[in-house]
């Protein structure tokens, strides 16, 4: 209906906005996201390591998955999305410890440089995910 300018003036749309009316939702390496967490707990007495095992199952129960000792991270379809599971994050904080909250694009994401040893690994691929809501 809207495939060029010239078809009619007063309905026209550019065809450089025409797909973002149609997919203005489509995922792409810079809309999708990644949260990461880090964090620094104390785990010297069983209480502490009690305390710094529930904030470790609490954020992988919410699709948090281990990149290294202490740092988890998630991947997220929108950056709305991102911040519902931020959200989640700091409302399980625990009270004392070092965490931080970091959010990055898929494209920064995937520009990083991964080694295992002295073995370059890939990042891991993650398909894009449809979105039901």
């Known amino acids: ?10 309905e026209a749309i550019p065809s450089h906005l025409f797909s973002n009316l149609i997919f203005p939702m489509r995922l792409n390496e810079y809309r999708i996201m990644w949260v990461l967490v880090l964090f620094d707990l104390p ?5 502490e390591r009690k305390i710094y095992s ?9 699709g948090f998955s281990m990149f ?3 740092i988890y991270l998630r991947h997220c379809a929108s950056r709305e999305n991102a911040d519902v599971h931020i959200k989640r994050v700091k409302q399980i904080l625990p009270e004392r410890g070092h965490i931080g909250i970091l959010c990055i694009t ?7 440089e991964i080694y ?6 890939e990042p891991p691929d993650i398909g894009q995910q449809l979105e039901m809501f």
């Open 106 to 112: 898929d494209k920064q994401f995937g520009d990083m």
């Open 54 to 62: 529930k904030f470790r199952k609490r954020i992988m129960k919410d």
């Open 116 to 121: 295992y040893g002295t073995k370059k690994e």
């Open 68 to 70: 290294q000792f202490s």
């Open 43 to 47: 785990t010297e007495t069983a209480e």
């Open 1 to 10: 209906m809207y495939r060029h300018c010239e078809e009619r003036s007063d």
